[in-house]
């Protein structure tokens, strides 16, 4: 599969950085940078006036070409180490409850998709093509990749090495990366949330829910043509950004 893929410098990384003793933190943000400086990997991105040419402009196709292209990467993480399990397959559901007509063959859809051969970089990059340099949107879908991820229980090196390659492709920072695996390595609580530490002041935590809310607000996308799917993606994170400012200003109150 895309793995064997993997360059020994990339595995070198990964293995020194988990090994070090550096603050975690600081430890999986420098993984991120060196797997992106190592990676040898071929993207295999077709030139762009190619991509332009199969990218569908109808906003029907571009609909069901953005689903597709979230159910390819969903069932490629869910099976990147390998083993599929009933669990993986429940938090694709829950962290995509997609709507549309292809809801009622979504479970084909996502089996069909474990079986293709396909490298992930095509999804990646048919998702930009057709939501460019929309970085909250990449932000999300990286996310709930994570989350189906580590529905077992753990990311295994294997998953969190093609999730590293989809958020690189994606343009995150290694800010944004460690941000992430944080919230879904262990249950995120309201402060991971909205990004501040448990010290922070009540000011503080309302600043970091405006900002959150400026970028996520689905109303900024309000003149955009975006997707159900899309459109739900950004609800869901305001409404997880609502509901740890709740549970916030409750305790600070």
């Avoid at 599969?1 to 003793?21: D, F, G, H, R």
């Avoid at 600081?26 to 990997?41: K, P, Q, V």
Wanted: glycine content about 4%.
């Amino acid at each position: 599969m895309q793995l064997k893929k993997i360059s020994p410098l990339q595995q070198l990384a990964y293995a020194v950085t988990k090994a070090a003793k550096a603050p975690r933190r600081f430890s999986i943000g420098l993984w991120y940078r060196l797997y992106g400086w190592a990676d040898d990997t071929p993207a295999a991105p077709l030139p762009d006036k190619k991509m332009e040419r199969i990218t569908p402009k109808d906003p029907t196709f571009k609909e069901i070409s953005f689903t597709f292209s979230l159910i390819a990467l969903a069932a490629q993480v869910a099976r990147a180490d390998g083993a599929m399990s009933a669990e993986k397959y429940i938090a694709f559901r829950e962290a995509f409850p997609l709507l549309g007509g292809v809801c009622m063959k979504i479970r084909s859809l996502f089996a069909m998709a474990c079986d293709n051969t396909v490298h992930f970089s095509h999804y990646v990059n048919q998702i930009k093509y057709l939501y460019p340099r929309n970085i909250p949107l990449y932000s999300e879908l990286v996310e709930r990749l994570f989350r189906i991820a580590a529905a077992d229980g753990v990311v295994t090196p294997a998953s969190e090495m093609m999730l590293a390659k989809i958020a690189h492709m994606l343009g995150l920072g290694a800010a944004q990366y460690t941000a992430i695996r944080d919230r879904n390595i262990s249950t995120p609580d309201a402060h991971q949330v909205l990004g501040v530490n448990k010290r922070a002041s009540a000011t503080k935590i309302k600043k970091h829910y405006r900002d959150l809310m400026r970028e996520y607000h689905p109303d900024r996308f309000a003149t955009q043509e975006l997707s159900p799917e899309v459109e739900m993606l950004l609800k869901l994170k305001a409404s997880e950004i609502n509901k740890a400012y709740k549970v916030l200003s409750k305790k600070a109150a």
